[in-house]
């Protein structure tokens, strides 16, 4: 079993900046890609970054490629999500997913997911 702990949304003017960090319990966190993913409202939710096992590859969706960064410490079991240049677009509650596996080439396939975190940007 994974518990996956999300925290570090908010409210956050256009242009502003927000660091979300999702810590994890459970299973060897080490071994597994993870990834971040986003629902805004009447909308499904879609995929945002992902990170290999070990950091070295990263990936993400395009509306938020050269915006957002996705980096691990896996001494702390942690991953986060910084995102600067923040949109009224990127409003969406946000989740941490873990991957199947260590590596993907694209999106991952989620096993388990945290419990998701508000982020607002204000216009």
């Known amino acids: 079993q994974v518990q996956l702990v999300e925290s570090g949304g908010g409210l956050v003017q256009a242009g502003g900046s927000l660091r979300l960090s999702c810590t994890a319990s459970g299973r060897t966190f080490t071994n597994y890609a993870m990834g971040w993913f986003r629902q805004a409202p009447g909308k499904e939710r879609e995929f945002v970054a992902r990170i290999s096992w070990g950091g070295s590859s990263t990936y993400y969706a395009d509306s938020v490629k050269g915006r957002f960064t996705i980096s691990r410490d896996n001494a702390k079991n942690t991953v986060y999500l910084q995102m600067n240049s923040l949109k009224p677009e990127d409003t969406a509650v946000y989740y941490c997913?873990?991957?199947?596996?260590?590596?993907?080439?694209?999106?991952?396939?989620?096993?388990?997911w945290g419990q998701g975190t508000q982020v607002t940007v204000s216009s």
């Open positions: 997913a873990k991957g199947r596996r260590a590596y993907y080439s694209g999106a991952i396939s989620p096993d388990y």
